[in-house]
């Protein structure tokens, strides 16, 4: 529905390290904002509409509920193969995007 811009943020460490807020939902109004760190802020390239699988993602209640995407390329799916991708494409594409 909503992804944020890739951001920096400093670690206690002294490093730094690339951050990306990406915010999912379905027909039932529900939502909830995961985070996706380092390469994968790239390298999946959100977008909003994309029909997005994520696997193994750790809650968060920094803020209020969140995920954390994992960080294993495959726990991130594009378009599943699931009766779910048809169902919430319909759905989204029925909704107004301002």
Known sequence: MEVSP???IA???GGSKERQA????DET???ISITMWG???HSLNAKPGMIVAFKQCRV?????K???ASSSPSDIVLNAPHPR???IKKWYSSQSHD
């Open 22 to 25: 990406i915010t999912i939902a």
């Open 6 to 8: 890739v951001s920096t």
């Open 29 to 31: 109004g529900a939502s």
């Open 85 to 87: 991708t048809a169902q």
């Open 60 to 64: 968060s209640d920094y803020n209020g």
């Open 11 to 13: 670690l206690k460490t």
């Open 66 to 68: 969140s995920l954390n």
């Open 39 to 41: 390469e994968f802020c």
